[in-house]
């Protein structure tokens, strides 16, 4: 162990004795010595192995064999034995910026706060400012930090199933693996990810446990049992494996999807028919009731057991899809395959990396029939906006090479909205495009008011095609703009305009939760990848999956037209 190590931990060491409420001088000396250390130039080796490690001031006897215990067996009995009697969630609350051992302390024993579930619900509820050494800004920071910290911790969709793939093909590959998928928000397809699940069936579970503690991906085990193990990655991501017989597995896999708010309704169900619905599987507990012996090894069955269709993870965060099941009325939702083309595509003419040539051959590979392109528009300066010369132009080229390629390319642009909602381009050189994407750029701190009035006039351009990335936001960085988004919506079906879905993992805008019930009401979506390089156009499938979390079928989705039936569509609604 370095020195650096080594101080950190006579540091934790401090911390612990702290919160425990030990003599203040034994807490000072281990403060001492981690300084000591930190500021030491001399060989740390050297002075242990000449015994000279007392020599340095703020390191007595003490220190010093602990120093030496550390250096030479990389761990200390002494810090162990402490961490282990300490309340772990205790220790977390260490880390809190702000909260020091003593702090710590008097809310442990004051407010019996163990936690940072506990610290936060006596923050919300203003008990800490009453407590005698804390007070309202300190109370405030705290929640600041519990918050953004939170924040930090959870991770995009995207990104979170780059990390979490590896590690389930790993996993399907151990011969003592019989099943393994991966559970939890993840599978249940949400927009951020605070931790991974992964669920998976084993008649030796010590053995899977151990490989998945044990891997390079681990940084640190949070705790290891043989039927639940939690791991921080190097990312800094939490992984939880569960693994069961291969009996339970559907029951688990079922349960660790969630949500948890739907796990509920199902188990309330089975209350009602006399059954307890576990993790671990189902039984008749009431006198009476009854349940069939035949085994359960899929949620199908699972589902099917209550009289209900099947419903796909991505639905299952109690918003109908219950009563959906019981109607075998769940849609058949939008699938990668469906997708024909996209229209929100950017080239090195503004901020795109790759020319129009690339971008066209890359959507021609992926299979598509079409794409459009939609570079900024001039008052974008920050993207290098085309000026109207420049965007005239790129639509002579781009009929030219629409002619010369083998799918059909449409001219269109990403048009600023300005802040009073007129249109960024001139209405001569609009007419002359196929589509118009219209967005926000600029002028993001108007209230909602004029930010939806801003909107709506935009829509109410008659070149206007649809709307991209609708509020702006960028997922754990910037806020939406202020909307009122059923009032857009409603805009757009009035108008016939079109509202984007927009694929880049850090928009996912507009939010799944709207579409449902505004296609129901005869919106029309476009699924876009945003790309700003070739790869990007796969962010239209990370679109997709949003879409499906949203309820969309095919039908309500335009780019899943052939050719021929979107051109007649753009025609009709850009005359
Ligand atoms: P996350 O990690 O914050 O993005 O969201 P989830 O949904 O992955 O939540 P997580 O990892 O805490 O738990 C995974 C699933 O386990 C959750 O979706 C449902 C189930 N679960 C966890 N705790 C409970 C609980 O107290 N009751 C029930 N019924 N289910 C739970
Ligand atoms: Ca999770
Ligand atoms: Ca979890
Ligand atoms: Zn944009």
Partial sequence: MHKEEIAKILEEMAALLELKGENPFRIRAYRNGARALLNLDADLRQLIKEKKLTDIEGIGDHLAEKITELFTKGRLAEYEKLKKKTPAPLSRLLEVPGLGPKKVRALYQRLRIRSLADLKKAARAGKIAKLQGFGKKSEAKILEALESSEKETRRLWFDAMGQAEPILKALRALKEVQQAEIGGSLRRKCETIGDLDFVASSSTPETVMRWFTTQPFVKKILSTGSAKSSVQLKSGMQADLRVVSDKQFAFALYYF???????????????????????????????????????????????KLFGLSYIPPELRENRGEFEAAAKHNIPKLIEEEDIRGAFHCHTAA??????????????????????????????????????????????EEIRKLSKKSAIRVFAGVECDILPKGD??????????????????????????????????????????TMVGHLTGRLLLKRKEIALNIPKIIDACIANKKIIELNGNPERLDMDWRYWRSAAEKGLLCCINPDAHAVD?????????????????????????????KIEALLKKMHP
Wanted: zero cysteines; hydrophobic letters at 40%; glycine letters at 6%.
């Fill in 257 to 303: 999807t969630g949500s948890k708010e739907h796990n509920i309704r199902l188990r309330t169900e089975a209350l009602k028919k006399g059954w307890s619905l576990s993790e671990y599987g189902i039984e008749a507990v009431k006198k009476g009731a009854r349940l069939s012996p035949a085994p359960i090894d899929s949620e199908e069955k699972l589902f």
């Fill in 350 to 395: 503004s901020d795109g990396r790759n020319s129009l040539k690339e971008m066209i051959a890359a959507a021609a590979k992926r299979g598509w029939e079409y794409i459009g392109i939609s570079d900024h528009s001039k008052s974008a300066f920050q993207a290098n906006g085309l000026s109207e010369e420049r965007l005239e132009a790129q639509i």
């Fill in 423 to 464: 249109l960024d381009v001139s209405d001569g050189l609009l007419k002359k495009l196929d589509y118009v994407i219209v967005s926000i750029h600029s002028s993001f701190q108007q209230d909602e008011k004029t930010m939806t009035k801003r909107l709506i006039r935009a829509i109410e351009h008659p070149s206007a």
């Fill in 536 to 564: 990007q156009l796969a962010f239209v499938d990370t679109g997709v999956q949003i879409a499906r979390k949203g309820w969309l079928e095919k039908d309500a989705v335009v780019n899943t037209l052939p050719l021929k």
